[in-house]
C-alpha cells in the first residue's frame, strides 16, 4: 500500500503567504526578514506597504525606524519614531529610542527631554539615565548629569560604564577623590577597562606613556555632536587660527604644499586652515564620528580611521607638509610618532605641532587626562629625529575653567645635509 507523502509545513506556510491575503502583519514580518538577510531597502518598502493597510500601526512604524537608523537616514527615523510616540505618549521605550536619535543629530535639549521621559516611564530606566547623563554632561551640565548617573547606578549596579562615567563627571567638577574612588570601583567590576585605569592614573600622579585609543575613540566619538560649536565658543580654541597666520606669513598666499597630512584632524577645524595651501590634503583620526563630522565638510581628499603613528608607519607616500594640533595632549611619549613624521617628511617639507606647556620635564599627566610637555624635551626629541627648530612660539590654546591654557606651536624643518654630495666625497679621495 502506498502511503502519500508527508507534507512540508514551510512549504504549506510559504504557500498560505502568496496566495493568502497579504496583511499588515505579513508585511511586517516580510520587512524583518529582509532586514536580517541584509536588504534594508526593500525591508522600508515592506513596512510602508503596512502602514498603507494600518497607518498607525506601531509595529510597523517603530520597525521603520531602526532599519532607517542602520542605513544612516537618521532625519527620517526622527520622523518616524515621532509619529510613534504621538500615538503612545506614555510608552517609555519610544522615548528612549526618540533621544538617543535627537542626541545622534545633536539635538541635545529635546534628546534630554525625552531621555527624562524614558527614564520616568521604563522599561530602561537604568540605560535612560545614563544616556541622560551622557547628554547633559555634553551639554555643560555636569551637576545634573551626575544626579542622572547616580539614578542609573540604582538600576544598573554592575556595570563599570555607569561607575566610569560618574567618575569623569566628578572629576570634572573638580571633586578629585570622590572621582577616583568611582573609578576605582568601575576597575573592580571591569579589571580591562583601560579608559577607566587611564584616568586613575592622573588622578594618582602616575604617567603612563600615552592615552589608550579606546579611551580616545570613546571620548571623541561622544563629543562629536558639539565639538565645533563647543571649541569655537565657550573653549575659545586659538591652535587654527595661529596655524593660519604662520601659513600665510611663510607663504605669501602661493599654494605650493603639494600633500599635506593633518594628524588627529577631527571635524576639520585644522583641515579648514591647511585647505587654501594644499593641493592634496589627507586627515586621520582614530574617532569614526569625528571622521563622520569632517566627511560632511568635504575638505579632505582622502580620511582614514586609524591610529597616527600606525598610519604614518604604513603609508607609502611622502608629505611636505604634516600638521599635528592639539594631538599631543594624548601623547606622553612622543618619541615613536618624530620617527615615524621624519620617515613620512619630504626632504623640503615642514612639521607643525602644538603642545600644552610644563615645567615638569619631559612630560606630565595633568588631571583633565591630557599631557603638557617641557618645551626642552619637544626640542630634543625633534633633533634626535633630523628636525631643527625653524620657529617656536608661546601661545593661548583654549579656555578651560575661566582660565587660559597655554603652550607652544613648534615649526620643525629637515637639518641640513652638512656631508658632502657622494661625488664630491669620492673626487677628494681621489685627490688625496
Not at 570622590?178 to 594618582?204: D, F, I, M, V
Not at 615642514?350 to 599631557?371: D, Q, W
Request: glycine share 8%.
Amino acid at each position: 500500500m502506498n502511503r502519500p507523502p508527508k507534507k512540508d509545513p514551510r512549504a504549506a506556510e510559504s504557500r498560505s503567504l502568496h496566495q493568502g491575503r497579504r496583511t499588515p502583519v505579513f508585511y511586517i514580518r516580510l520587512g524583518n526578514a529582509l532586514n536580517r538577510g541584509g536588504f534594508p531597502r526593500r525591508a522600508v518598502a515592506a513596512y510602508d506597504q503596512a502602514l498603507k493597510q494600518v497607518p498607525g500601526s506601531r509595529t510597523a512604524l517603530r520597525n521603520r525606524a531602526l532599519t532607517l537608523l542602520g542605513m544612516g537616514r537618521i532625519d527620517e527615523a526622527a520622523r518616524t519614531l515621532h509619529r510613534v510616540a504621538e500615538l503612545a505618549s506614555g510608552d517609555g521605550q519610544i522615548h528612549f529610542e526618540i533621544g538617543i536619535l535627537l542626541y545622534r543629530q545633536g539635538r541635545l535639549k529635546q534628546a534630554a527631554v525625552h531621555l527624562q521621559q524614558a527614564a520616568c516611564l521604563g522599561p530602561y530606566h537604568g540605560r535612560a539615565w545614563k544616556r541622560l547623563g551622557d547628554v547633559l554632561k555634553l551639554m555643560g551640565e555636569a551637576g545634573r548629569a551626575l544626579q542622572a548617573y547616580q539614578h542609573a547606578t540604582k538600576y544598573l549596579p554592575g556595570q563599570a560604564a555607569v561607575y566610569y562615567s560618574l567618575g569623569t563627571t566628578l572629576n570634572a567638577l573638580g571633586r578629585r577623590k570622590e572621582a577616583a574612588g568611582q573609578l576605582t570601583r568601575a576597575l573592580k567590576l571591569n579589571p580591562h577597562h583601560a579608559s577607566a585605569r587611564y584616568l586613575l592614573c592622573a588622578l594618582q600622579g602616575h604617567t603612563p606613556p600615552r592615552a589608550p585609543n579606546a579611551y580616545v575613540r570613546r571620548l571623541f566619538d561622544r563629543y562629536a555632536v558639539r565639538f565645533d560649536r563647543h571649541m569655537r565658543g565657550p573653549l575659545a580654541y586659538k591652535v587654527p587660527a595661529r596655524l593660519a597666520k604662520e601659513l600665510a606669513r611663510r607663504r605669501g598666499g602661493r599654494r605650493i604644499y603639494r600633500n599635506g597630512l593633518d594628524l588627529g584632524c577631527g571635524t576639520g577645524l585644522t583641515g579648514e586652515v591647511l585647505r587654501p595651501w594644499t593641493r592634496r590634503l589627507t586627515g586621520v583620526d582614530i574617532s569614526p564620528a569625528m571622521l563622520a563630522e569632517a566627511r560632511s565638510k568635504k575638505i579632505y581628499d582622502r580620511l582614514a580611521c586609524q591610529d597616527i603613528v600606525i598610519f604614518l608607519d604604513k603609508a607609502a607616500e611622502h608629505f611636505d607638509l604634516i600638521v599635528a594640533a592639539d594631538v599631543l595632549i594624548y601623547i606622553g611619549d612622543i618619541q615613536p610618532l618624530f620617527a615615524a613624521a621624519s620617515r613620512r617628511l619630504s626632504p623640503a617639507g615642514r612639521l607643525m605641532v602644538s603642545t600644552e606647556a610644563t615645567r615638569c620635564h619631559p612630560f606630565r599627566l595633568r588631571c583633565t587626562g591630557r599631557f603638557a610637555h617641557h618645551p626642552g624635551y619637544v626640542s630634543d626629541l625633534a633633533a634626535k629625529a633630523g628636525f631643527e627648530i625653524e620657529k617656536k612660539r608661546r601661545l593661548a590654546i583654549r579656555q578651560e575653567h575661566d582660565r587660559m591654557v597655554h603652550g607652544d606651536l613648534f615649526i620643525f624643518a629637515r637639518k641640513p645635509n652638512r656631508l658632502p654630495c657622494p661625488g664630491a666625497f669620492d673626487r677628494f679621495l681621489n685627490n688625496l
